[in-house]
């Protein structure tokens, strides 16, 4: 197991306690507390945005059948009642079953100590949506003041991981929906961030989506479009003005290029390499 591994599972011990055993709904397992269904209230700042219906369907019932297998981590409101700290899906999938009351497992947590312990718990369920991770990694940055390697470390994550995410948040907000919504990858929104201006990436975006285009496709097309248009090749020389040029530098001892234009007209450049071939090309000329 690696060393980040371990710290993070350190971090979770200190929030959330083994899980218990199997135990029906209304009954608290071993170490928690019981408490009303409607005394719970989630987090304002959650950093979980997206609950699918029928992934809480699911879980509401197998809570039926089994009942609330992990207590909910909450914190005591000053108003009175409790603050969801981690579990806001599994208390949403007891109000499905008609659970009248759950586990928790209550904790006296600092805002930011509370912001953590319900950001691990996502990432390690795997709950978040890469938007859902980079904005909870900028608000532990902005507002708790932690650089990227804390950030890592608290987290379990590399330090690169955490630099990618937060690298999502310059895409425009129409793209950021798309991947708050799963319609584009994470890969895709890093993809999209080598296009060269706003209007590219949201047609690539989009894009994207309507062909089901994959990340390598995204990033080709969004390299490419940052590149300047290749100048347009000269078109090829007809014999005669190759035969022309031949025989004027011939005559004029230079090098001679003749360049065709629309309709008939043209120009004949001639070149010299100081003023003494200059003067020898004059004379040749006449001038």
Known sequence: MSSKKKRLGRGLDGLLPAPPPA???AVAPKGTDVARIEDLHPSRTQPRTQFEEQALDELARSIESLGILEPILVRKRPKGGFEIIA?????????????????????????????????VENLQRQDLNPIETARAFARLSDEFGLSHEEIATRVGKDRSTITNALRLLKLPDDVLDMLDSRQLSEGHGRA????????????????????????????????????????????????????????????????????????????????????????????????
């Open 23 to 25: 135990a029906p709904a």
């Open 87 to 119: 579990g806001e899906r599994r208390w949403r999938a007891a109000q499905k079953a008609g659970l009248r009351e759950v586990p928790i497992f209550v904790r006296d947590l600092s805002d930011a100590a509370a912001f953590e312990a319900a950001l």
């Open 192 to 287: 999209l961030l080598g296009a060269p201006d706003v209007k590219t990436m949201l047609t690539l975006a989009r894009a994207a989506i309507a062909k089901r285009l994959s990340v390598r496709e995204v990033e080709r097309q969004a390299r490419s479009a940052g590149k300047p248009p290749a100048p347009k090749a000269a078109p090829a020389k007809s014999s005669n003005v190759k035969d022309l040029e031949r025989r004027l530098g011939m005559r004029l001892g230079a090098t001679v290029r003749v360049e065709e234009k629309a309709g008939k007209k043209g120009q004949i450049a001639i070149q010299y390499a100081n003023y003494d071939e200059l003067d020898a090309i004059l004379k040749k000329l006449g001038v």
